[in-house]
């Protein structure tokens, strides 16, 4: 059986009974006593059961007034906590946004990217994965994630927005006694000579496509992971061409980072945005500071260039925006 009662006859009768008196609950309401009243009246009518005893001094709950008191609290304090937990996603003081990125990326733009921005929401929750973009691309169309980065072009799907957010150039890792370590910049033209230990999914497309065919590695080895890329670069002789976010990444295996030049390649880092109807609060805003932190960044100025430390001649750098 359903019993049409309304919110402002319950919280009337709860007034009432906090009051104790049907002139302070509508004063404390900003309501008329005889409002308060018919809104009392009203709800034992829909009930069809006396709730308030009355009497010229004193009011209090009848029998099953009082038993039913509790019920209705809880009602209107799980209501009260609904529409408190609606107000503070909409002024994301509460919220949960997630977030996929490749390795790469994960080792350089997110984490900083991430804190910024809980520093800027610290009530919204931002729940990361580092994970391969093949599982970033399949977690964005499960809707297992709201937003996914990557390298631009990676994704193809009328259904997810792409918003390129970085230009990076790609720069080449070395090892030490590396023969071109000392130079400033390495030329693509001088890469052949010892393996590529490449770590880049769509190498061909992404970037070798901008490098003339006779520049081309000879020898790629291929592995799925810049740290490992780099921890066998260590060990062994070759190469590994890597974004220049990624220089501090490479040193760190105590490697030498170079651009890499004639042409320079650039990496352009997207994010992915699955389109919905209606996207949460936290997540429209994760993806505005995103984009302003971009169009406020030196994404696209030119790379500082480290100091050569041999004697060879410096090599002139041709930019390239693909």
């Not at 010229?56 to 529409?83: C, I, K, Q, W």
Request: proline share 7%; with cysteine.
């Amino acid at each position: 059986m359903a019993f049409e009662v309304t919110l402002r006859q319950m919280r009337a009768f709860v007034s009432v009974l906090d009051h104790g008196s049907f002139s302070d609950a509508a004063e404390s309401l900003h309501l008329s006593q005889a409002a308060l009243s018919g809104l009392v009246r009203e709800l034992e009518n829909r009930i069809g059961v006396r709730l308030l005893d009355r009497n010229t001094r004193h009011v209090s709950a009848s029998v099953v007034g009082a038993a039913f008191e509790p019920m209705v609290r809880r009602v209107l304090a799980d209501l009260d906590e609904a529409l408190e937990s609606v107000v503070n996603l909409k002024e994301l003081r509460r919220g949960l946004v997630r977030v996929a990125a490749p390795e790469t990326l994960s080792c350089t733009l997110l984490p900083g990217l991430i804190a910024d921005y809980a520093a800027h929401r610290p009530g919204i929750d931002v729940r990361f994965e580092d994970v391969p973009i093949e599982q970033v691309i399949a977690s964005l169309n499960s809707g297992s994630v709201d937003i996914g980065f990557g390298p631009a072009g990676v994704v193809d799907d009328d259904a997810v927005e792409a918003h390129v957010v970085a230009a990076d150039p790609l720069w080449v890792a070395l090892r030490p006694d590396d023969p071109r370590a000392g130079d400033d910049a390495v030329r693509w033209k001088d890469m052949d000579d010892l393996p590529l230990i490449n770590y880049m999914p769509n190498l061909a497309l992404n970037v070798l496509s901008h490098v003339p065919v006779r520049h081309h590695p000879k020898q790629i080895v291929p592995v799925h992971r810049v740290n490992t890329a780099l921890s066998l670069l260590r060990v062994r002789p070759g190469r590994v061409i890597c974004p220049s976010m990624a220089r501090s990444l490479a040193e760190g295996f105590g490697l030498v980072v170079r651009p890499l030049c004639q042409p320079t390649v650039t990496w352009r880092i997207a994010m992915f945005v699955r389109k919905r109807p209606l996207a949460s609060p936290a997540v429209e805003s994760f993806v505005r500071f995103t984009l302003d932190a971009a169009a406020g960044s030196d994404a696209g100025k030119p790379v500082p260039k480290p100091a050569g430390r041999g004697p060879r001649k410096r090599s002139r750098i041709n930019k390239i925006s693909r």
